[in-house]
């Protein structure tokens, strides 16, 4: 049914503003030869004009040829030949198509995993007894995700992290992302939140697109700085100690206890714990998560399945205190899961029937080949580079003492079809002069002779 602007104070009569606007819809293409028109009957009610108006309007179309009438079924589209096709469609599919990323020989990136090990057949297998053996999965279910899928996460959580929860502490949602912005509702009013620098830039664009006011706090070895974050009025810390992102330090437990320390010094004071990579370690003793250290219910643990199992199952979790807990709870309960019930009810199987932990025992022994593999292939850069945050993950930090900026480092493998990852663009605040020029590697989603002839060519055109 068409929707057309008419002027009943126009010089030009009502018909003919009708047959202007069909005629024009023909030319362009937005009526398609064979479509059929509404019947003059219910076009007039719909225009809320007389009958006889879009008579008049159909028969000037259909004695120029734009239009015809067939006995009984009612007026078509005549084929227009002599007219430009309509190209709305053609430019939304050239939008569209510029979206997607360029495809390259060797692509290093950082926030890959190894989709070629997923475990298709046995989340087929699962998916399909899901949806035979329960009906309920259709229904909505709890806000804050379905019980016995917070208590697998829970249950799986202390056994692999130390994290001490119950069920109830736990939120689950469609992506870091969803749970830092319902977070930011649970905090206390005008907080202020420091961050690493550099640091996982999305959490930083969530928080200030936001509103709320970020601090970089610079690195040392062990991570964020105790000393800056304390001479700061600050009173939440984003940090991801397992792994800094991008950086890759492990947090040592003196440092995290520091930090704990600083949280519990004040009421209003929180630690944000993103516990990037923490599945992943190739080097010494699993530390347990600051969560599970914390004696003051002043940490608010994060995960994701994104790079333990795939980035497309979007579900992950959110531990929270008790206090913090009894605000969502009277004030922010009302919001719905945004994970869908037969997703959840895939990820419970898949955890209670210890196929996760098979899965993650699987990608460590994969990840550790390709780990040193990489580790192996760069030392053809003799001492030109600098290798960091390789004790866990899934990337390498390099810094390339060559005669480049880390710009056109990235523009000469892009012109030699390999994708560079700057560590530039994870900086909040400039690193300044001494700054050396650093790539991120990431290898998880490449095979191992992609990873030997990327190295060998990057070599190649750099030296």
């Known amino acids: 049914m068409f929707t057309i602007h008419l002027n009943s104070k126009s010089e030009t009569p009502l018909y003919e503003q009708i047959y202007q606007y ?38 000037q179309l259909s004695s120029e040829g734009y239009i015809e009438s067939k006995e009984k079924k009612g007026y078509f589209v005549n084929e227009v030949t002599e007219f430009i096709p309509y190209t709305s469609h053609k430019k939304i599919s050239k939008f569209v198509t510029s979206e997607k990323k360029e495809k390259y020989k060797y692509d290093f990136s950082p926030f890959a995993i190894d989709i070629n090990s997923f475990p298709y057949n046995t989340w087929r297998k699962l998916s399909k007894n899901v949806l035979l053996d329960n009906n309920d999965i259709f229904l909505q279910g709890l806000g804050q995700g379905d019980d016995q899928l917070r208590a697998a996460i829970g249950k799986y959580l202390h056994e692999s992290r130390n994290v001490n929860c119950t069920r109830e502490q736990i939120i689950v949602g469609a992506g870091i992302d969803y749970l830092l912005q319902l977070l930011l509702q649970l905090l206390p009013d005008n907080s202020k939140i420091a961050m690493e620098n ?11 697109g936001l509103n709320y006011p970020v601090t970089p706090i610079e690195l040392d070895s062990s991570g964020i700085s105790i000393h800056e974050l304390s001479n700061l009025d600050i009173n939440v810390a984003y940090v991801t100690p397992s792994h800094q992102y991008p950086i890759g330090i492990v947090m040592p437990i003196k440092r995290r206890l520091e930090l704990l320390n600083w949280a519990a010094s004040s009421e209003k004071r929180y630690i944000i714990e993103d516990d990037h990579d923490s599945e992943f370690r190739y080097k010494g003793k699993p530390i347990p998560a600051l969560q599970g250290l914390d004696p003051h219910n002043k940490v608010i643990y994060l995960g994701t399945f994104s790079r333990a199992i795939a980035p497309g199952i979007r579900i992950a979790y959110m531990v929270l205190p008790n206090d913090l807990l009894k605000v969502y709870q009277k004030q922010y309960s009302y919001y719905s899961s945004t994970v869908s019930r037969v997703d959840q009810s895939i990820l419970t199987a898949f955890i209670e029937d210890g196929y996760f932990e098979r899965h993650l025992n699987k990608m460590r022994k994969i990840y550790k080949n390709k780990h040193d593999l990489i580790i192996n292939s760069l030392k053809i850069f003799e001492d030109k580079v600098q290798i960091l945050g390789e004790n866990a993950g899934l990337h390498l930090v390099i810094k390339m003492h060559l005669n480049y900026t880390e710009s056109e480092i990235v523009e000469i493998g892009k012109k030699n079809n390999i994708k560079l990852y700057g560590l530039k663009d994870y900086y909040i605040r400039d690193p300044g002069e001494s700054y050396v020029p650093t790539i991120l590697l990431g290898y998880a989603n490449m095979s191992e002779s992609e990873i030997t002839d990327g190295i060998q060519l990057l070599k190649k055109v750099l030296m």
């Open 22 to 59: 069909i005629k024009n819809e023909i030319k362009i293409g937005a009526l398609a030869y064979g479509e059929k028109l509404p019947s003059t009957r219910s076009l007039a009610a719909h225009l809320q004009v007389s009958r006889n108006t879009i008579d008049m309007a159909y028969g």
């Open 198 to 208: 550099p640091s996982y830039k999305k959490a930083y664009k969530i928080f200030t």
